[in-house]
């Protein structure tokens, strides 16, 4: 190769890592402005210019969210009580319960239309526009139906809810790791004496761990930072963090280290459950990635 050439992989390569640079500053700014904004105290909130270091570390921001000072607890309308306590408890409950049901719902579903093209051609596109739809369409017919049967303002309520909103993209995400295992060994197994039935379970379904986990992880996400149906189908007694961080702005004006407080804390169990499951995530998002 000649030096010109040389140079000009040299630049090209320069030119590289200055974009990758800019591109993580720029992503990760966001991360750093909701935690310095978190341990900033009340005057430094709005400031102008604004303030990237705070001078001061305001951790008492963290602390009225667990122990339920007055001043924060009367704002918020929850005077008295660990406001962070009930919050999380509440998300992680409609977050694991409507995952699993989600999970266990596309499971079955991605087997049918995988294995036996349940529904045609029809169905994998039929799932995908189903998770396009916005939910605001069914919060008014969802909001009726749970007043009838006495969901309203329940965890099992807000369980169902998530699960039917995020089951077609468990079911899409899903389908596509069974359908990365060959066919031919589940008849293999069949040949040997197991019925179809326990030949998903038993053969197919170790394969595609990696896969459910993957699934798991980004279906949680959804599920804990969903909004709309947790405010529509809830009144006070069901109080996810989402709605949590919204009655920050509702009961006093922009309380924004409190709410960036509450937002750092409500990331912390992504990341556990993301470092929990990441030997099988890191299989699961590259399993099919090579053909053969």
Known sequence: MSVEGEEGVEKQGAVGWILIIVGLLLSLFPVYWIVSTSLKTRD????YPPILIPPTLAIQNYVTLFTGTAWLGTMTGVSGT?????????SAICGVGGTAVSILIGLFAAFGISRYRLGGSFMPIFLLSARMAPPIVAVIPLIV??????????HLGLILAYACFTSPYS????MSFIEEVPR???ESAQVDGMSAFESHFKVTLPLCIGGLAATGLFVFILNWSEFLLALSLSHGHILTVPVQVKNFVAFSGNLYGPQAALGVIAVIPLIVFALAIQKYLVRGLTFGAVKK
């Open 82 to 90: 660990p406001i962070v306590t009930g919050s999380i408890i509440d």
């Open 145 to 154: 139906l749970y007043s009838l049967i006495h969901l309203m303002d329940t």
């Open 171 to 174: 079911t899409w995400m899903i």
């Open 44 to 47: 430094v909130w709005s400031a």
């Open 184 to 186: 031919e060994l589940e």
